[in-house]
């Protein structure tokens, strides 16, 4: 019996590249492929040529600890690897080497999870597994595969060591597939096992189903932008042939995010058209406690700890907490700012962070960087808020500067510059504000009868100074000064 409830139902394959690594997961090639020249960081290892032999890249088992811990994954101390056989260009052994959790198998890790927000509650992705496996070569065409007269391959990517992570099919919607890639994009840049902002580094196959119905696997799917815009096209797809009184197949689409729409590719390959079998090239991998611990021990506080340290420290909402800690470049930049001040309190605490969610955050998504690729130092922010508290600089003027500060202007020499510097010293606006009554006696004489002529006297004083004199402090010296002149 089919259930007729329609919820959505939702698992996720992310392949991330470990990108910080310096090697090859099998072979001592470079793994910094991007932007080199095609097919000259190669080696018969990650060519595939008969009779090369493998060896493990020990840091890359080093990384996926990490990242094992991270998640709160259930290591696998012992384990091999697999070959996971299959034909195409861009495997030249016709077979990857991967991990494979039957027959004997284990995947790396089990379980672990990652909590996301939905709806304003917290919820627990719960993880299926995460695995280790080598990365097939780049396939280049020109212009769209369908029409490309011919089809390049580059093996600078054979090799590289990709950790895919597989979630259990819990989650409920396109939305919360998108804030979970969030979460986990924010574990992995806390673990400093690879850079999800490089091109290519992260690629998702998307499951999908209404509930009581075969799935579809939308494969390769490169941002997580797509990845949420091709699951609201699949529920859109599936509930309207069911609608139709017909049933979704389970296969294998492609995301086309040019038209974006899916295409059936093929019905789903199973299992056995892999033919998996231990890679006997490679030996088992033990993994001691004490090298577990090492790792541990080495991890940095993650988002959800700090999340929780950020409230209790420095006295933030929960909402604020978590986007300050999302990305950690962020959070670390406003640990470092809001520290440089001794008198700093909950006060600062809370401008400093609204600056950088705010004003910071908006010009960095103009300008399509991350903070490190700017020139702000903590300490100036830091600065600037303490400027705005002592009354120097207006938030408003503060504002007009950001874009200056952020190409590494210093502050000084801004408000030297623009000479917008508030004044408000009373001493300094008393003087100016007596030069301007001893110069406008005409213009008291009028102030007698019309009370209005005060905003005519404001308008010399900010003439004088270039309009940076404080209007309410000006107002306020110019009425108690009045009457020395008034009885002239
Ligand atoms: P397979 O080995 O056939 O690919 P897995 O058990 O490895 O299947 O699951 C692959 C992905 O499919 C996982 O992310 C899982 O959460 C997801 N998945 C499983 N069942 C469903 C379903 N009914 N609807 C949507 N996704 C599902
Ligand atoms: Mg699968
Ligand atoms: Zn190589």
Same mark, same amino acid.
């Given at each position: 019996?089919?259930?007729?409830?329609?919820?959505?139902?939702?698992?996720?394959?992310?392949?991330?590249?470990?990108?910080?690594?310096?090697?090859?997961?099998?072979?001592?090639?470079?793994?910094?492929?991007?932007?080199?020249?095609?097919?000259?960081?190669?080696?018969?290892?990650?060519?595939?040529?008969?009779?090369?032999?493998?060896?493990?890249?020990?840091?890359?088992?080093?990384?996926?600890?990490?990242?094992?811990?991270?998640?709160?994954?259930?290591?696998?101390?012992?384990?091999?690897?697999?070959?996971?056989?299959?034909?195409?260009?861009?495997?030249?052994?016709?077979?990857?080497?991967?991990?494979?959790?039957?027959?004997?198998?284990?995947?790396?890790?089990?379980?672990?999870?990652?909590?996301?927000?939905?709806?304003?509650?917290?919820?627990?992705?719960?993880?299926?597994?995460?695995?280790?496996?080598?990365?097939?070569?780049?396939?280049?065409?020109?212009?769209?595969?369908?029409?490309?007269?011919?089809?390049?391959?580059? #093996?600078? !990517? =054979?090799?590289?060591?990709? @950790?895919?992570?597989?979630? $259990?099919?819990?989650?409920?919607?396109?939305? /919360?597939? +998108?804030?979970?890639?969030?979460?986990?994009?924010?574990?992995?840049?806390?673990?400093?096992?690879?850079?999800?902002?490089?091109?290519?580094?992260?690629?998702?196959?998307?499951?999908?189903?209404?509930?009581? #119905?075969? !799935? =579809?696997?939308?494969?390769? @799917?490169?941002?997580?932008? $797509?990845?949420?815009?091709?699951?609201?096209? /699949?529920? +859109?797809?599936?509930?309207?042939?069911?609608?139709?009184?017909?049933?979704?197949?389970?296969?294998?689409?492609?995301?086309?995010?040019?038209?974006?729409?899916?295409?059936?590719?093929?019905?789903?390959?199973?299992?056995?058209?892999?033919?998996?079998?231990?890679?006997?090239?490679?030996?088992?991998?033990?993994?001691?406690?004490?090298?577990?611990?090492?790792?541990?021990?080495?991890?940095?506080?993650?988002?959800?700890?700090?999340?929780?340290?950020?409230?209790?420290?420095?006295?933030?909402?929960?909402?604020?907490?978590?986007?300050?800690?999302?990305?950690?470049?962020?959070?670390?930049?406003?640990?470092?700012?809001?520290?440089?001040?001794?008198?700093?309190?909950?006060?600062?605490?809370?401008?400093?962070?609204?600056?950088?969610?705010?004003?910071?955050?908006?010009?960095?998504?103009?300008?399509?960087?991350?903070?490190?690729?700017?020139?702000?130092?903590?300490?100036?922010?830091?600065?600037?808020?303490?400027?705005?508290?002592?009354?120097?600089?207006?938030?408003?003027?503060?504002?007009?500067?950001?874009?200056?500060?952020?190409?590494?202007?210093?502050?000084?020499?801004?408000?030297?510059?623009?000479?917008?510097?508030?004044?408000?010293?009373?001493?300094?606006?008393?003087?100016?504000?007596?030069?301007?009554?001893?110069?406008?006696?005409?213009?008291?004489?009028?102030?007698?009868?019309?009370?209005?002529?005060?905003?005519?006297?404001?308008?010399?004083?900010?003439?004088?100074?270039?309009?940076?004199?404080?209007?309410?402090?000006?107002?306020?010296?110019?009425?108690?000064?009045?009457?020395?002149?008034?009885?002239?």
């Amino acid at each position: 019996m089919k259930s007729k409830k329609n919820g959505v139902v939702i698992g996720l394959e992310v392949h991330i590249q470990l990108t910080n690594l310096n090697t090859k997961l099998f072979c001592s090639c470079s793994s910094d492929y991007r932007g080199k020249e095609p097919n000259t960081l190669v080696c018969p290892i990650c060519l595939g040529f008969p009779g090369s032999l493998p060896v493990i890249n020990k840091k890359a088992i080093e990384f996926a600890t990490r990242l094992a811990l991270a998640l709160e994954c259930d290591i696998n101390k012992e384990f091999w690897f697999f070959r996971k056989n299959y034909f195409y260009p861009d495997l030249p052994k016709g077979f990857q080497v991967s991990q494979y959790n039957k027959a004997g198998g284990k995947a790396f890790g089990d379980r672990g999870h990652i909590i996301i927000r939905s709806n304003s509650e917290k919820k627990e992705i719960s993880l299926n597994r995460i695995h280790l496996e080598e990365d097939p070569a780049r396939l280049v065409h020109k212009g769209s595969i369908a029409s490309s007269p011919y089809t390049l391959v580059d #093996y600078n !990517r =054979s090799g590289i060591t990709l @950790i895919e992570i597989v979630t $259990e099919p819990v989650i409920r919607s396109p939305r /919360e597939a +998108r804030e979970f890639l969030n979460n986990l994009k924010s574990v992995i840049q806390y673990t400093g096992i690879a850079d999800l902002d490089l091109e290519g580094s992260v690629r998702v196959d998307a499951n999908i189903s209404i509930e009581g #119905y075969p !799935r =579809s696997e939308v494969k390769n @799917i490169n941002s997580f932008k $797509e990845v949420e815009r091709a699951l609201k096209w /699949e529920i +859109r797809r599936q509930k309207n042939l069911i609608k139709h009184g017909k049933e979704p197949i389970q296969e294998t689409r492609h995301w086309d995010d040019d038209r974006r729409v899916t295409i059936g590719l093929r019905s789903k390959e199973f299992e056995k058209d892999y033919r998996y079998f231990p890679e006997q090239d490679l030996v088992p991998i033990n993994l001691d406690d004490d090298f577990i611990n090492k790792v541990k021990a080495e991890l940095p506080e993650m988002p959800n700890v700090r999340m929780n340290r950020f409230q209790k420290d420095y006295h933030l909402s929960e909402f604020d907490s978590e986007i300050l800690v999302l990305d950690k470049n962020i959070a670390d930049f406003y640990e470092e700012g809001i520290h440089f001040k001794a008198n700093f309190g909950d006060e600062e605490y809370k401008m400093y962070c609204n600056w950088l969610m705010g004003d910071i955050s908006r010009w960095l998504n103009e300008h399509n960087k991350n903070i490190l690729e700017t020139e702000l130092k903590p300490e100036e922010l830091a600065n600037l808020i303490e400027k705005i508290q002592d009354g120097e600089i207006t938030g408003k003027i503060a504002k007009s500067f950001v874009d200056k500060l952020m190409k590494g202007k210093s502050l000084a020499n801004i408000i030297k510059e623009s000479g917008k510097k508030r004044l408000a010293d009373k001493k300094k606006l008393e003087s100016i504000v007596r030069e301007v009554l001893e110069e406008n006696p005409a213009i008291i004489k009028d102030y007698k009868d019309n009370p209005r002529a005060l905003e005519a006297l404001i308008g010399k004083c900010m003439a004088k100074t270039r309009g940076t004199a404080d209007p309410e402090i000006t107002r306020e010296l110019l009425i108690r000064n009045m009457d020395d002149y008034l009885e002239n």
